[in-house]
């Protein structure tokens, strides 16, 4: 297995070589400058062109400071050859950030709910270590540079024109005046045609730039590796592009002091980005929360903080399979509604009759059938008992109460030995007079292979704010099978995250992605 991350890693070495060779071979930083040709747009010339490309951008950076959106990121480490695609480990990290104290102050200016300690920070790499990734590096790569994005520190080189989805864009390599230096900007930006905003940005910041932190040695030297990141942005108001998510998908080379050889450590992310409509420092500002009069304050207070998606179509079609549920039913159901947790930790739970699903759950199960026994287990936790919350104070937001250390969630009880036998009982009594009852072993199916994914990925299983599908290596629930027995069970793909939903970065709705 060793020699198959020497090889990659050899891989990488050679590329990385000729990338160095052909920058040095052809363009001198004069060179580049002058790459921006004339007439690219209504007839302007390249150096005004530039220009008013570092303006716009400059604008952005000014505009923006009035938002204090969330930001979410979950990263996995893998196994350095991309095929195998075996998992390590994982992080998760959710914060809110106010964008006025950082891009005036400079300041770190974020609130984590996840992420707050250094142990929770740490990701197991291919050789057996752990590092620490930091939080803060990820809200840096939502902007190219926060402080010098002008023609005194950055060259633009023209490079093609290509279309984003519907917007037409000019693409530009851009590279810093000052060879290597540390934390500037490398790579391209796509800026659209019309306002000269950019609204994607794919590249690297130069080394030394905190981004993934490996301690050296017992007198506390440490390292920041950089990763290369590809960050998308959404009009959030006329004229206005804000950093929506990013990808991250990397190879890091690291030797070690004293090491025989290059290891390659590959990382594999996401990082969300919404909440724009949260206007100003830590204030609740938004406008009054869709969450219907029978939600009660736990779902009330997290759709205020922008954690729970306002009413939307994805959860019309989760009310849709309820209602098909129901309807075909012998037992009396009680009237449930549903709704989405916003953030990647697959979570299923209930307050009062509000079924709580999560986004990374709607993500990873395979299909409407499956989901469709789940909703059916909930549903009848919901017949059999009441659960409640702790005490929380909605009337703040969650981001203010700065705990020390990680968030515990909103303390939902979970169902005792007797009501889990009761809600199991009643599970295969909804399911047996729908159309889903055949689904019942594929959730099995998909509990188990989600237990077997803790071990390595305990930050995506692990619930958040209410209760998961597996604690502590064992399922929470007792999911029976359902239908005539011998059944054959169709293998359960998989699972993964698949990026079938996007946030929208005002609204906080879920959507499914193009
Ligand atoms: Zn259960």
């Known amino acids: 297995m060793k020699r198959m991350g020497q090889y990659s890693t050899v891989r990488l070495s050679s590329y990385t070589a000729f990338l160095v060779f052909v920058l040095a071979g052809v363009c001198t930083p004069q060179d580049v400058n002058d790459r921006v040709p004339d007439g690219l747009v209504n007839g302007m010339s390249g150096v005004e062109l530039s220009r008013r490309i570092f303006e716009a951008e400059r604008d952005m950076m000014h505009r923006i400071r009035i938002y204090s959106p969330i930001v979410e990121t979950y990263v996995q480490s893998l196994w350095p050859d991309t095929t195998a695609q075996m998992l390590l480990d994982d992080v998760y990290f959710l914060g809110k950030v106010d964008f006025l104290r950082r891009l005036v102050s400079g300041d770190y200016a974020t609130t984590l709910l996840s992420g707050t300690s250094k142990n929770s920070r740490q990701i197991l790499n291919d050789n057996g270590q752990k590092w620490e990734l930091d939080p803060d590096g990820f809200v840096s790569m939502l902007f190219i540079d926060q402080r010098d994005f002008d023609t005194d520190t950055y060259h633009l080189r023209y490079l093609k024109s290509e279309t984003l989805g519907t917007v037409s864009c000019l693409v530009f390599g851009v590279t810093a005046v000052k060879a290597n230096a540390p934390g500037r900007f490398d790579g391209t930006v796509w800026v659209e045609n019309s306002g000269l905003r950019i609204v994607r940005v794919k590249g690297i910041f130069q080394a030394n730039h905190v981004r993934l932190r490996q301690r050296l040695s017992p007198l506390g030297a440490s390292v920041a590796l950089p990763l290369h990141f590809d960050c998308w942005r959404e009009m959030i108001a006329p004229d206005l592009w804000a950093p929506a998510y990013l990808t991250i998908d990397d190879n890091v080379g690291w030797k070690a002091i004293g ?56 959860e019309r079609s989760l009310n849709a399979i309820i209602q098909r549920l129901a309807a075909g039913s012998h037992v009396d159901l009680p009237k449930v509604t549903c709704r989405i947790l916003v953030t990647t930790p697959v979570e299923l739970f209930h307050v009062g009759n509000t079924i709580v699903v999560s986004r990374g759950f709607l993500e990873m199960v395979p299909d409407e059938s499956t989901l469709a026994v789940f909703l059916a287990h909930e549903l009848a936790h919901v017949a059999v008992e009441t659960a409640v919350g702790k005490e929380v104070d909605h009337e703040r937001s969650l981001f203010d ?81 359902c239908g005539s027995s011998g059944q054959s069970v169709p293998p359960v793909p998989q699972l993964q995250l698949r990026g079938r939903y996007l946030v929208g970065v005002s609204t906080d709705e879920l959507r499914l992605a193009r």
């Open 401 to 481: 109460y700065s705990p020390p250390g990680e968030f515990l969630g909103l303390g939902i009880r979970h169902s005792t030995e007797e009501e889990e036998g009761k809600a199991s009982a009643l599970t295969c009594g909804i399911l047996n007079d729908s159309a889903y009852t055949s689904a019942s072993g594929r959730a099995a199916g998909f509990v188990e292979q989600l237990t077997t994914m803790s071990r390595q990925l305990p930050n995506l299983t692990r619930a958040r704010f209410g209760v998961g599908l597996v604690e502590n290596g064992r399922s929470v629930h007792e999911l029976p099978s």
């Open 259 to 314: 090491g025989d050889g290059v290891t390659d450590f590959h990382y594999r992310g996401r990082t969300f980005v919404w909440g724009y409509s949260h206007i100003g420092s830590f204030q609740n500002q938004r406008l009054a929360p869709s969450a219907t009069s029978d939600s009660g304050p736990d779902v009330i207070g997290l759709e205020k903080d922008g954690l729970l998606a306002p009413f939307g179509t994805v």
